[in-house]
C-alpha cells in the first residue's frame, strides 16, 4: 500500500458509500474468517450440479486465498424492494419472475458503484488497485456469512440474510481490501457463525411454505429441490416430481422470502443502483411461448433473465403452462412438442400438453419420437392420453 496524504475515517468513508447508492454498509475484520458448513453442504451433495462451488471451497472459507494480506471485508447492501410487487399474483395466473429479475442485471448496474469505492479506497486510505477486491454476489466471497458477522443482518432460518431495516430484499456485494477498518458489532454479540434464525424465534413459515420442500433443515438448502435451482442454475430436465410445485413461478422464487415477518419493516429502497424493468411483470405465457431468438433478445437485453438462455425460458414456461389449468395454451405447446428442435424444449412441452389433457394431440409426434430424453416424457404418460379412451 502507498502512503495516504492523509487517511479519512471509517464513518466518512461509510457515509461516502451510502451517498453512492448503497443502503447500508458495514465493515468486517478477515480474522477470524466465518465458518459455515460449506464442505458438510458439499458432501451431501446439495449443491447440486453446481461444481464451480467444490472447485471454490478453500477460497470461501479463507479471503486470504483470495486476496493475500486481506485484513477487512466492507458489506454493501442494495434494497430492491418495491411496493408494486408487495401484493400476491392476480387470479389471472400469469407468470411470476423473482423480483430481483424484475431490474436491469444487478451485477451490471451495481459495477459502477465498486468502481468508484475502490477510487475512494486509493484517494481516501492510500490503497493502490491491488490492496483490494470487488464482488457482487459472483466472486469466491461468502457474503451472507460475512454480512451477518458484520451486522447487516442475520442468517435466517430461510438461509437468507435477514435485516432489520430492509427485510429480506437486500443485493449483497462486498470488498475484500488489505486496509484494517474498525469491525461491525454483528446483530447480537453472541452470534456466533453457525447460528441460524437469530432473531426468528420459532417461527418456520418459511420451512412451511416451500412448495417443494427443499430445506432439509433450519438454513440449509437443497438446491436440488430448491425452484430458484431448477428454473436457473439447472441447464438440464426439471425432475417431474418438482414440477407441480413450481405452480407458475417462470424464473427463481421468493416464497420463503415473502412470508418472513421481517419484511413489515421493508421499505421502497432509494434505487440508485438499480434500473427497473416492471415490463416483464406484464408478459403473458402466450407471448413467451412464442418468442423468437430474436425477440427473446430484444425483451431480455440486459437481464439476468439473458443467462437463462430461450431454451431454458421455454422449458420453464412449459412447467407454468401444464400447471396453469388454461387449455388455450395447448395449441403453442403442441407445436413446441413436435417442433422445436431441442429435446429440452420438446420433453417439457409433451409433460404440458399432457398436464392439460390434450394428449391426444401428440399421438402421431408420439410414434415419430426418437430423441431418448423427449421419449421418456411420452413413456411416463398413460397411453390412454395419446387417443382419449
Known amino acids: ?68 494480506g486481506a485484513r477487512s471485508l466492507i458489506l454493501l447492501g442494495v434494497n430492491y424492494w418495491s411496493e408494486r410487487f408487495s401484493d400476491p399474483p392476480s387470479a389471472e395466473a400469469k407468470p411470476r419472475w423473482a423480483r430481483y429479475a424484475l431490474h436491469e442485471d444487478y451485477h451490471d448496474t451495481i459495477k459502477p458503484a465498486l468502481i468508484a469505492a475502490g477510487r475512494m479506497l486509493e484517494e481516501q486510505f492510500g490503497a493502490g488497485p491491488q490492496d483490494y477486491r470487488y464482488y457482487v454476489d459472483t466472486g469466491p466471497v461468502l457474503e451472507r456469512s460475512w454480512a451477518a458477522r458484520a451486522g447487516l443482518g442475520f442468517t435466517g432460518k430461510n438461509a437468507m440474510l435477514i435485516s432489520r431495516r430492509h427485510g429480506n430484499w437486500l443485493f449483497l456485494a462486498s470488498i475484500l481490501t488489505r486496509i484494517e477498518f474498525t469491525p461491525d458489532p454483528p446483530v447480537r454479540a453472541r452470534h456466533h457463525d453457525r447460528e441460524v434464525g437469530l432473531l426468528c424465534g420459532r417461527c418456520t413459515r418459511c420451512l412451511d411454505a416451500c412448495p417443494t420442500q427443499a430445506f432439509a433443515a433450519p438454513g440449509v438448502v437443497d438446491a436440488r429441490r430448491c425452484i430458484s435451482y431448477q428454473t436457473i442454475e439447472n441447464k438440464g430436465v426439471i425432475p417431474r416430481a418438482l414440477r407441480a410445485g413450481i405452480g407458475n413461478r417462470i424464473y427463481g422464487c421468493d416464497v420463503c422470502l415473502e412470508v418472513c415477518p421481517w419484511n413489515r419493516f421493508a421499505h421502497e429502497g432509494r434505487r440508485l443502483l438499480l434500473s427497473s424493468r416492471h415490463d416483464l411483470a406484464a408478459l403473458s405465457l402466450a407471448e413467451i411461448l412464442t418468442l423468437t431468438p430474436e425477440r427473446f433478445a430484444e425483451v431480455f437485453r440486459r437481464t439476468p433473465i439473458k443467462r437463462l438462455k430461450l431454451a431454458g425460458l421455454l422449458r420453464n414456461a412449459c412447467i407454468v403452462a401444464g400447471n396453469s389449468g388454461d387449455a388455450t395454451l395447448l395449441p403453442q405447446l403442441a407445436h413446441l412438442a413436435v417442433a422445436h428442435p431441442l429435446p429440452l424444449v420438446r420433453a417439457h412441452a409433451v409433460w404440458a400438453v399432457y398436464r392439460l389433457g390434450g394428449g391426444r394431440l401428440l399421438a402421431d409426434a408420439a410414434v415419430k419420437e426418437k430423441d431418448p430424453l423427449v421419449f421418456a416424457e411420452y413413456a411416463a404418460e398413460p397411453q390412454s392420453a395419446l387417443t382419449g379412451v
Not at 475515517?9 to 480474522?31: I, T, W
Not at 472447485?55 to 483470495?66: F, Y
Open 1 to 68: 500500500m502507498r502512503a495516504a496524504a492523509g487517511p479519512r475515517s471509517p464513518e466518512e468513508l461509510r457515509g461516502h458509500l451510502e451517498g453512492l447508492g448503497f443502503d447500508d454498509v458495514r465493515f468486517a475484520s478477515v480474522h477470524p474468517a466465518v465458518k459455515p458448513p460449506l464442505r458438510e453442504w458439499l458432501a451431501a451433495g446439495m449443491h447440486a450440479d453446481m461444481h464451480w462451488m467444490e472447485r471454490s471451497a478453500d477460497k470461501r472459507l479463507d479471503p486470504e486465498r483470495v486476496l493475500p
